[in-house]
């Protein structure tokens, strides 16, 4: 199998059906064979019943019911592990990034690139753009975030947390079977991770639709930089076996 396509879903029934028909119309129309697996993380609402049902109309889904909340970065985790592809791409449920952004990863894996990430700003890769803007404080709590990420753990990516990331298998395998992250700052750790391990990293450009029902809240942004914090002492004190 070529690509698998890992969702992970927080209380997601009313935006999943739209984005997973987005989903099978793009790759109705690719050559290679692929699976989408929806990771429910323990929601509230009717995600769970949502997904199984489409898996009844979108080809090649399939539904990882996770009973308890453990948070985004410890349900992506499951989907890599679970997944089979030779590519192995985590994508949010509001298709924010749109999966045809794919098209533009594909050739930096022919190229060699271990792991390829989207990234919403300019100078990680000309032609990113946010076609709806974030409310200002979630902008200014980003910038100065990310200033603060590069230089604890990740220098060089502007933009770590858009939710598009692709790995070979060998990588996600690598990666993923050594994160501890369970939360918000997991796109941290997992970059961090395959920089120390030395795999190769290609960006990509998005282009980014800012969902205004986001379900991310102001303490998140605090909770990465605490994490960012705990990346850091576990890389130095060689936590992650590496």
Known sequence: MYLSVIVPAYNEGERLPKTLRRFDEYFSKEPYSYEI????????????????????????????????????????????????????????????????????MRPLFDKG??????????KDAKGAKQAVSQPWHKRMMGNMGNLFI????VRGIWDTQCGFKAFRDHAAKEIFSRSLIDRWGFDIE?????RALKY????????????????????????????????????????YKI
């Open 37 to 104: 697996l929806i990771v429910a993380d323990g929601p509230k609402d009717n995600t769970i019943e949502v997904a199984k049902n489409m898996a009844q109309e979108i080809k090649n889904l399939r539904v990882i019911d996770r009973k308890e909340n453990h948070g985004k970065g410890y349900t992506v985790k499951e989907g890599m592990l679970a997944a089979n592809g030779k590519i192995r791409l985590f994508a949010d449920a509001d298709n924010a990034t749109d999966i045809s952004h794919f098209e533009k």
């Open 113 to 122: 690139f271990d792991v390829v990430i989207c990234s919403r700003d300019e």
């Open 150 to 153: 590069q230089l604890v753990a």
């Open 190 to 194: 997992v970059l961090a991770l395959a």
């Open 200 to 239: 190769k990293i290609g960006i990509v450009p998005a282009h980014w639709i800012n969902d205004p029902k986001s379900l991310v809240s102001l303490w998140a942004y605090f909770q990465v930089l605490l994490e960012t914090i705990k990346i850091r002492k576990n890389l130095m004190s060689g936590k």
